[in-house]
């Protein structure tokens, strides 16, 4: 358990809101739509104990609504960390999901290369999860059902980092067009799109183009945070103005990693009514994601090292009061 009276502090909004003990676990279940693992980082409010169940909400749980996580390419949720803490502290159930083929937590010899541009599998593995979530999902091994207390999986925000990012606009109904991708990394607007090295990297697949250009709306969602989001010259304008539920989009302006005309601020202008806030000064595309210390990089930028004069944790305090706002009222 852990007391987050001092992160709380950083989002209060008018009305005084008290501590709540925030527990984090992670859990293994069976996609059953592809019979491949999937592993859940779960941040919820906590009780210390209670019968039949593996996640014991305590009574300040937020029944109403839920969180959905879904983290970058190559990435797992919990690089979303400080998120889950700070929605579940309060009151909110905030599940991260771990795409099975690019997320490192299944291990090494699980990664999938061509996964990063596959984006709409991601979209079905969300699905997927809900259903389990919405079952109340019964561990196999001791049969015990995920949570003591019945949350409410039709009213989910869902949030997104970067190929997260597009996942959840995705979900809200936007829709692919793998070959807008490939023109515009072949042309000269995709200067300085490193996200372009995933494309080039992987010119030989080939993909199912019914499957790519399917519709993944998924009704259950009913408000998108996408952070940085990824692939927009691949999705197309006409499903973006079809998006009819909220969307709030966070985005770095002196982006290191994808252009902020071609992705964020893309989605910002074609989405309808779409909340937009904007950093100015020098944060990258890795502002994102929790503050770390590894020296892993991301196509030659590092992951935890941000440019001089950015405080990451500083950036996130600037970032709860709207992420929270938004969660509240879709505004």
Known sequence: MINLFFLLSLFLTTSAVAAIDVAYSELDFINPDTQQ????SIWYPAETQCEGARLCLSKTTRLDQTILLSHGAMGSARELNWIGYATASRGFVTVGIN???ESWVYGPESIQPQAAITLWRRASEVSAVINLLQR????TQDHLALLNRPVNWHNITAIGFSSGGSTVIT?????YAPARARDYCASTRSQGDLGCNYVKHSSQQTFSMEEATADYREERITK????DPAAGPMTTEKSLANIAIPVMIFAAKQNDFLPFDNHAGYYASAIPNAALYSLDNDAGHFVFIDKCQH????????????RSGVDREKVHRQLYPRLIKFIHSGT
Not at 136 to 139: E, K, R, Y
Not at 171 to 175: K, N, S, V, W
Not at 224 to 227: D, F, P, R
């Open 37 to 40: 693992p999937v592993k859940l």
């Open 136 to 139: 109340n999902a019964v561990d």
């Open 295 to 306: 020296n892993h990089q991301a196509m030659g930028i590092s992951l935890c090292e941000d």
């Open 99 to 101: 795409h099975f083929g």
């Open 171 to 175: 979900l809200a109904g936007g829709r």
């Open 224 to 227: 998108v945070i996408a952070l």
